[in-house]
């Protein structure tokens, strides 16, 4: 896509075309075209002519997962293939799982090859590196979401007294947790938060069916989540 910076002249600002951001452009005013770029929600009034403002926002694709416990599966990345980031809520286990999900991935060849962010947090079987890389607990804004991440953290109801103190003195807006390989998706009307639990993606366990989730975070909302059943976990054992 290409991108767009702003150059001040003497007689305003002008568009010059740049690629490096990914910015989208959409419709025209004085015969110039308008930016709409895809990076954050808000909006700047310009009092400089020929435009009244410029639109910047954002839009993010999310792919989360969690108790992988070292097994691998080629559809992790065939599922994520469109999200920007993934989100791992723990019991990772193996260094080798971050590795392959922030792997460089193609593009359309137009830019080099990029890397996802991957967030994770650390579980009860985590141990060695993996401690060293990630913490228990991550908190973070993604646009305009904020962002609660700990593998043992329960849900509505019956939160883990190791995050409940966290969950009410300062709410986020999603609270993703993993630990009991049983997917959740509830929300919270006392804390006006969503909370997911998205099972397990691995084969240890009682779980079973392997699960994903995937979700846009667009500004402060958060819409067409999507859960993905990879397959039983009898099969995958098989």
């Known amino acids: 896509t290409e991108c767009l910076s702003l150059e001040r002249k003497s007689s305003g600002l002008k568009a010059v075309p740049r690629h490096t951001m990914g910015l989208k452009v959409a419709g025209k005013m004085h015969g110039e075209p308008m930016l709409r770029p895809c990076l ?17 926002k954002t839009m993010r694709r999310i792919g989360i997962l969690s108790d992988t416990h070292s097994y691998w599966d080629d559809r992790y990345l065939i599922h994520f293939a469109e999200c920007d980031e993934i989100w791992h809520a723990g019991d990772i286990c193996s260094t080798e799982i971050i590795e392959r999900l922030s792997a460089p991935f193609p593009t359309d060849g137009s830019t080099p090859p990029r890397r996802r962010i991957v967030r994770a947090v650390c579980g009860n079987c985590d141990g060695g590196d993996l401690r060293h890389m990630f913490p228990e607990t991550l908190r973070w804004r993604c646009e305009n979401v904020e962002v609660l991440m700990k593998h043992i953290g329960g849900y509505p109801g019956r939160y883990d007294r190791s995050v409940i103190g966290q969950l009410y003195s300062n709410p986020p807006q999603l609270f993703i947790s993993g630990h009991s390989h049983i997917l959740k998706v509830m929300y919270d ?50």
């Open 189 to 238: 009307k006392t804390l006006g938060t969503l909370h997911i639990n998205p099972g397990a993606a691995g084969i240890q366990g009682w779980h079973k069916e392997r699960t994903l989730i995937r979700l846009t975070i667009d500004g402060s909302k958060m819409r067409d989540m999507e859960i993905i059943t990879l397959a039983e976990r009898k099969q995958a054992e098989q």
């Open 40 to 56: 954050s929600n808000w909006t700047t009034p310009m009092t400089t002519n020929p435009w009244q403002h410029i639109i910047l």
